[in-house]
């Protein structure tokens, strides 16, 4: 089980999302099936020569529209009303439109068949919002005929309300020959902020019971969904169970949360529906499928080029009708491989923005939190299909206000363990307290503070179940004696206490859970007398909001570690719903730069961020979905580790004197393509060991150095780590029984019948619902 936690209602939303979108219909019913991108259409429906082709959400560019009009030669009308005009050559009237023959396997936008394109975005009513027009399907259907319109839809979450009006209309989804999508579930789209009120689970409900409702008039023909299963690698992401449970997954841990769904019309089978379902293949065939294959799945999306048209090989029709090109599975596998190497070998030989080389990483080998400006190279490639410049802009202030300007030398040398990069000069005091907001399961943090610093800690949390929280239940040793530190389980030498308490922007009661403030649980304490650790998953904002109010409260906090999430939407900060999402950036960058006055910042978590993302792997066909933020080079710090130390141990003030960004001074250059992964971020199952013995020497700048060659650190960590995997390699699934087949591994994104889908070994994230 990759995850920390398991909720039992996410599993059943999941289970009923893969029932619900799990396809009942053959390749023989659809006379064969043709895939394309994100698509598998049944040919049943393709043979129109009269129909029209919808697209809701085009982007810069929209290889779906291009298709309807350049293989099947059908007029297409585009609607968008985010992307700028002058990066959409459609949305322009500028790419070629009805104007002859297309380059389909190289050339750039075109259209053989006439186009049009509309400023209007899709929604549930037609209205303004935020200064963009929506406007709604039925109105656009209006004066179709049946089965007249092929209909595609990727709005970025605001497709629900769409879809429920849909279900509402038996004449409307008649005028519908296929339905394509992206579906998203538990995305807040602006278009749906009525909707706000719901609860996590009501929201995922109500979603799937619009899915399950098109089946009355509608067949699933196919996803993406085994493509996306087949490109998870739990054992090797999460080898700790240590990642975060996703809103919804599986029985397995495989999050369905966002995917593209094929539906073709009931109406072209007139005597009715099969009742017979497919078996499900989740362990009957003998030749298994690792989630462990090094052979990565293919890109999802290809957005940049047009795929070409049908190969011109001979083509035979199996027993089911399926259409198979005349050629070994071998032989289009290694075709494949082959396509894929050649491109990443050209996107690792590009150069980088503006010729410089990359940064270099000066503890590579360091787990999670590190010292000293952020080494962030650019992707070589754009890695999104869109670029929006405030988001790059928002980025960039991020990692200005969160570069640490401090040396070792004037900390006394740094301390690292997990997310937290200490300084020594802070981390002297007997009499201190430490303050641990958010510690789920287990919290390594306050461990750490009672076993090494031997402080008191009080741990604070409303979310976890007691039953699974040791330190929650007060069953953890309690200043007992020493404990095992390397190989023990929950335990504390000195005393600690625990709350049943949420950290908020008052003392209140949210959903049932107790919260309070972090003023009131400073009351009575003297200056720098508190260590304060705060990972409470995005309602940090209000809490941080409120401390640079007071000064007073602020003198009173040694060091402040926290994990900081921008943009999210916390149930504690519901009051703010309201703001756009620049709006809600702005103010979060703002917070972040006021903590300057009085702290400075030690370490993140960014670097090793950046060591572990790989964009000209990930998105070789600048296909990813751009981030709600990012840098200028591509890479988001939407959510990292970070800590701070207060400015008061410099009673002569600051220096004003800022490090140079390590951003094109190293020859010594580290590829963002590196095969060697970054180190695991944290480690929430075991405490990190105290400090080695071996014997420890001083740099020049104060810092902490173990007397080993980095030679002997890295050999050690990839020996440790190779260990690890190959003993997760070895688990049995669970249940014991062998995967299923992917029948088709070399097909791009969507396929035909029940998807694959694969348990993990085991549980990867923090928590499962």
């Given at each position: 089980?990759?995850?920390?936690?398991n909720t039992?209602?996410?599993?059943?939303?999941?289970?009923?999302?893969i029932?619900?979108?799990?396809?009942?219909?053959?390749?023989?019913e659809?006379d064969?099936?043709?895939m394309?991108?994100?698509?598998?259409?049944c040919?049943?429906a393709?043979?129109?020569?009269t129909?029209l082709a919808?697209?809701?959400g085009?982007?810069?560019?929209?290889l779906?529209s291009?298709?309807?009009?350049?293989?099947?030669?059908?007029?297409?009308k585009?609607?968008?009303c985010f992307?700028?005009?002058?990066?959409s050559p459609?949305?322009?009237?500028t790419?070629p439109?009805?104007?002859?023959p297309?380059?389909?396997q190289?050339?750039?936008h075109c259209y053989?068949?006439?186009?049009e394109?509309?400023?209007?975005?899709?929604?549930?009513?037609?209205?303004?919002?935020?200064?963009?027009q929506?406007?709604?399907?039925?109105?656009?259907?209006?004066g179709?005929?049946?089965?007249?319109?092929?209909?595609k839809?990727?709005?970025?979450?605001?497709?629900?309300?769409v879809?429920?009006?849909?279900?509402a209309?038996?004449?409307?989804?008649a005028?519908?020959?296929?339905?394509?999508?992206?579906?998203?579930?538990?995305?807040r789209?602006?278009?749906?902020?009525?909707?706000?009120?719901?609860?996590e689970?009501e929201?995922?409900?109500?979603?799937v019971?619009?899915?399950?409702?098109?089946?009355?008039?509608?067949?699933?023909?196919?996803?993406?969904l085994?493509?996306y299963?087949?490109?998870w690698?739990?054992?090797?992401?999460?080898?700790?169970?240590?990642?975060?449970?996703p809103i919804?997954?599986t029985?397995?841990?495989?999050?369905?949360?966002?995917?593209a769904?094929?539906?073709v019309n009931k109406a072209?089978?007139?005597?009715?529906?099969?009742?017979?379902?497919?078996?499900?293949?989740?362990?009957?065939?003998?030749?298994?499928?690792s989630?462990?294959?090094?052979?990565?799945?293919?890109?999802?999306?290809?957005?940049?080029?047009?795929a070409?048209?049908?190969?011109?090989?001979?083509?035979?029709?199996?027993e089911g009708?399926?259409?198979q090109v005349?050629?070994?599975?071998?032989?289009v596998?290694?075709?494949?491989?082959?396509?894929?190497?050649?491109?990443?070998?050209r996107?690792?030989?590009?150069p980088?923005?503006?010729?410089k080389p990359p940064?270099?990483?000066?503890?590579?080998d360091?787990?999670?939190?590190?010292p000293?400006?952020?080494c962030?190279?650019p992707?070589?490639?754009?890695?999104?299909?869109?670029?929006?410049?405030w988001?790059s802009?928002?980025?960039?202030?991020?990692?200005?206000?969160?570069?640490?300007?401090?040396?070792?030398?004037e900390?006394?040398g740094?301390?690292?363990?997990?997310?937290?990069?200490?300084?020594?000069?802070?981390m002297?005091s007997k009499t201190?307290?430490?303050?641990?907001?958010?510690?789920?399961e287990?919290?390594l943090?306050?461990?750490?503070?009672?076993?090494?610093?031997?402080?008191?800690?009080k741990?604070?949390d409303c979310?976890?179940?007691?039953?699974?929280?040791?330190p929650?239940?007060?069953?953890?040793?309690?200043?007992a004696?020493?404990?095992?530190?390397?190989n023990?389980g929950h335990?504390y030498?000195?005393?600690?206490e625990?709350f049943?308490?949420?950290l908020?922007?008052e003392a209140t009661?949210?959903?049932?859970r107790?919260?309070?403030?972090?003023?009131?649980?400073l009351?009575?304490?003297?200056?720098?007398?508190?260590?304060?650790?705060?990972?409470?998953?995005?309602?940090?904002?209000?809490?941080l909001?409120?401390l640079l109010?007071?000064?007073?409260?602020?003198?009173?906090?040694?060091t402040l570690d926290?994990?900081i999430?921008?943009?999210?939407?916390?149930?504690s900060e519901?009051?703010?719903?309201?703001?756009?999402?620049?709006?809600r950036?702005?103010?979060?960058v703002g917070?972040?730069?006021?903590?300057?006055?009085?702290f400075?910042v030690t370490?993140?978590?960014l670097?090793?961020?950046?060591q572990?993302?790989f964009?000209?792997k990930?998105?070789?066909?600048?296909?990813?979905?751009e981030?709600?933020?990012?840098t200028?080079?591509?890479?988001s710090?939407?959510?990292?580790?970070?800590?701070?130390?207060?400015k008061?141990?410099w009673?002569?003030?600051?220096?004003?004197?800022?490090?140079?960004?390590?951003?094109?001074a190293v020859?010594?250059?580290t590829?963002d393509?590196?095969?060697t992964?970054?180190?695991a971020?944290?480690?929430r199952?075991r405490?990190?060991?105290?400090?080695?013995?071996?014997?420890?020497?001083?740099?020049?700048?104060?810092?902490?150095?173990v007397?080993?060659?980095?030679a002997?650190?890295?050999?050690?960590?990839k020996?440790?780590?190779?260990k690890e995997?190959?003993?997760?390699?070895n688990?049995?699934?669970?249940?014991?029984?062998?995967?299923c087949k992917?029948?088709?591994?070399?097909q791009?994104?969507s396929r035909?019948g029940?998807?694959?889908?694969?348990?993990?070994?085991?549980?990867?994230?923090?928590?499962?619902?």
């Amino acid at each position: 089980w990759p995850y920390v936690t398991n909720t039992p209602w996410r599993s059943a939303v999941g289970e009923r999302i893969i029932r619900a979108v799990t396809p009942d219909i053959t390749g023989e019913e659809c006379d064969g099936w043709h895939m394309f991108g994100d698509q598998t259409w049944c040919n049943k429906a393709m043979k129109s020569k009269t129909a029209l082709a919808l697209s809701f959400g085009i982007e810069e560019r929209d290889l779906y529209s291009e298709y309807m009009s350049n293989h099947y030669h059908l007029p297409t009308k585009l609607f968008d009303c985010f992307i700028e005009t002058e990066k959409s050559p459609p949305m322009a009237g500028t790419a070629p439109n009805a104007a002859g023959p297309c380059d389909t396997q190289n050339g750039g936008h075109c259209y053989e068949t006439k186009y049009e394109s509309f400023r209007i975005c899709l929604g549930n009513e037609a209205t303004e919002i935020d200064g963009r027009q929506y406007d709604t399907l039925s109105s656009l259907l209006v004066g179709r005929g049946p089965l007249s319109t092929h209909v595609k839809i990727d709005v970025e979450g605001s497709e629900w309300s769409v879809l429920e009006a849909l279900l509402a209309s038996d004449e409307d989804q008649a005028k519908i020959r296929t339905l394509d999508m992206e579906i998203h579930f538990g995305f807040r789209a602006a278009s749906e902020a009525s909707l706000n009120h719901l609860s996590e689970k009501e929201r995922l409900d109500r979603e799937v019971g619009i899915i399950e409702g098109l089946s009355k008039n509608f067949r699933v023909t196919g996803t993406t969904l085994e493509t996306y299963r087949q490109g998870w690698f739990p054992n090797k992401d999460c080898p700790e169970q240590q990642c975060h449970e996703p809103i919804v997954h599986t029985a397995g841990g495989f999050s369905p949360q966002m995917f593209a769904i094929s539906f073709v019309n009931k109406a072209f089978w007139k005597s009715g529906v099969s009742g017979k379902v497919p078996k499900v293949r989740a362990a009957a065939v003998a030749d298994t499928t690792s989630d462990e294959e090094e052979t990565p799945a293919p890109a999802p999306r290809n957005r940049r080029r047009p795929a070409p048209a049908p190969a011109s090989a001979p083509e035979t029709a199996s027993e089911g009708g399926e259409v198979q090109v005349a050629k070994t599975k071998a032989e289009v596998k290694a075709e494949a491989k082959a396509a894929r190497a050649k491109e990443l070998k050209r996107n690792d030989n590009l150069p980088y923005p503006g010729g410089k080389p990359p940064c270099k990483y000066l503890l590579p080998d360091q787990v999670s939190s590190r010292p000293g400006p952020p080494c962030i190279p650019p992707a070589r490639i754009w890695p999104y299909v869109t670029n929006t410049p405030w988001r790059s802009a928002v980025g960039e202030r991020i990692i200005r206000a969160v570069t640490p300007d401090i040396t070792g030398e004037e900390c006394d040398g740094w301390h690292m363990f997990g997310d937290q990069t200490w300084c020594n000069k802070a981390m002297k005091s007997k009499t201190a307290l430490a303050l641990s907001f958010g510690i789920e399961e287990r919290d390594l943090y306050s461990e750490y503070m009672s076993n090494h610093y031997h402080l008191p800690t009080k741990l604070f949390d409303c979310f976890i179940e007691t039953e699974k929280s040791p330190p929650m239940a007060g069953t953890a040793p309690n200043a007992a004696g020493p404990c095992d530190t390397q190989n023990g389980g929950h335990c504390y030498e000195t005393k600690y206490e625990s709350f049943r308490i949420c950290l908020g922007n008052e003392a209140t009661e949210i959903d049932g859970r107790q919260y309070d403030t972090l003023s009131s649980l400073l009351v009575g304490r003297g200056p720098l007398s508190t260590h304060v650790k705060i990972d409470v998953e995005g309602s940090e904002w209000s809490v941080l909001e409120a401390l640079l109010a007071s000064d007073e409260d602020q003198a009173k906090i040694r060091t402040l570690d926290m994990e900081i999430h921008f943009g999210f939407r916390a149930a504690s900060e519901a009051s703010l719903n309201h703001l756009s999402e620049k709006e809600r950036l702005d103010r979060e960058v703002g917070i972040i730069e006021g903590l300057s006055k009085n702290f400075r910042v030690t370490g993140t978590t960014l670097e090793t961020y950046r060591q572990g993302w790989f964009p000209n792997k990930d998105c070789p066909e600048q296909q990813c979905h751009e981030p709600i933020v990012h840098t200028a080079g591509g890479f988001s710090p939407q959510m990292f580790a970070i800590s701070f130390v207060n400015k008061a141990f410099w009673k002569s003030g600051v220096s004003g004197k800022v490090p140079k960004v390590r951003a094109a001074a190293v020859a010594d250059t580290t590829s963002d393509e590196e095969e060697t992964p970054a180190p695991a971020p944290r480690n929430r199952r075991r405490p990190a060991p105290a400090p080695a013995s071996a014997p420890e020497t001083a740099s020049e700048g104060g810092e902490v150095q173990v007397a080993k060659t980095k030679a002997e650190v890295k050999a050690e960590a990839k020996a440790a780590r190779a260990k690890e995997l190959k003993r997760n390699d070895n688990l049995p699934y669970p249940g014991g029984k062998p995967p299923c087949k992917y029948l088709l591994p070399d097909q791009v994104s969507s396929r035909p019948g029940p998807p694959c889908i694969p348990p993990a070994r085991i549980w990867p994230y923090v928590t499962n619902t």
